[in-house]
């Protein structure tokens, strides 16, 4: 690729992640107007983003107002799974985006009535992907990044970024550790090694195990 275009694109891309910020920016001031506490569930393809929400729902949807936002490329499968649990979804399909943006979020938050959330939880799930969201932040209180054990050993120090910029770290599916090869306190370590101040959880969605720890870490 010619030098010049090449730092056409880069220009291009340094826009959008400043656009995004400032767009972030005001996501973050209208939510705490509103006085609603956001999380950012960002994490592997399949790794239990859902399963967890799930949970997390059932949990608290009789003690505070949830609303949660799906991104997924296609389907609202994911959407449909949460709102069995007395709470609000709204669904996004981001088509070939990979990763949700300010925008997304600025959008929805324009069109519902916030104060029927006021005290509540917005939970935001973005697309299955350890790559795109780092650089979209979307204007949350707090962003937790979600792995499993299935995904292998590595794969805390293959995607240092996600973990770099979160405050909650989980490494879900700690059920399965009879058969997949990996050392679970080696991944903690990893973690904590980029990121000294994330809050680390191991956890099952299935079984539940320290799913009460990590509904206490969000402080709710
Ligand atoms: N054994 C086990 N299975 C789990 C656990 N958490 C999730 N699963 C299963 O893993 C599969 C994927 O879970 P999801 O919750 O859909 O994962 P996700 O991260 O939301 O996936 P995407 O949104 O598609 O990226 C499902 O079959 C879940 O039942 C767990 O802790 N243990
Ligand atoms: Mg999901």
Request: with cysteine; glycine share 4%; aromatic share 4%.
């Amino acid at each position: 690729m010619p030098e010049e275009q090449a730092s056409k694109i880069i220009e291009l891309n340094e826009d959008l992640i400043e656009n995004n910020d400032k767009l972030a920016d005001q996501n973050n001031q209208i939510l705490r107007d509103n006085e609603i506490r956001s999380f950012d569930i960002v994490g592997a393809i399949g790794a239990g983003k859902t399963a967890l929400l799930e949970i997390i729902s059932e949990r608290l949807s009789k003690k505070v107002k949830i609303f949660v936002i799906n991104g997924d490329v296609a389907t609202r499968i994911d959407a449909d799974r949460i709102e069995q649990h007395d709470v609000k979804t709204i669904q996004v399909n981001t088509g070939r985006e990979c990763a949700l943006n300010a925008f997304h979020i600025s959008q929805i938050l324009k069109n519902i009535d916030l104060k029927e959330y006021r005290k509540g939880i917005l939970f935001i799930e973005n697309v299955g992907n350890l790559i795109c969201p780092s650089d979209f932040i979307l204007g949350t209180e707090k962003r937790i990044v979600i792995v499993s054990i299935t995904e292998g050993p590595w794969v805390i120090r293959k995607h240092p970024l996600l973990f770099k910029f979160s405050d909650i770290a989980v490494i879900n599916k700690i059920d399965l550790i009879d058969v997949i090869d990996v050392n679970i306190d080696e991944m903690v370590n990893d973690a904590k090694e980029i990121n000294p101040n994330l809050k680390i959880f191991t956890t099952s969605a299935k079984t539940g195990e320290n799913i009460s720890e990590l509904i206490e870490a969000l402080a709710i």
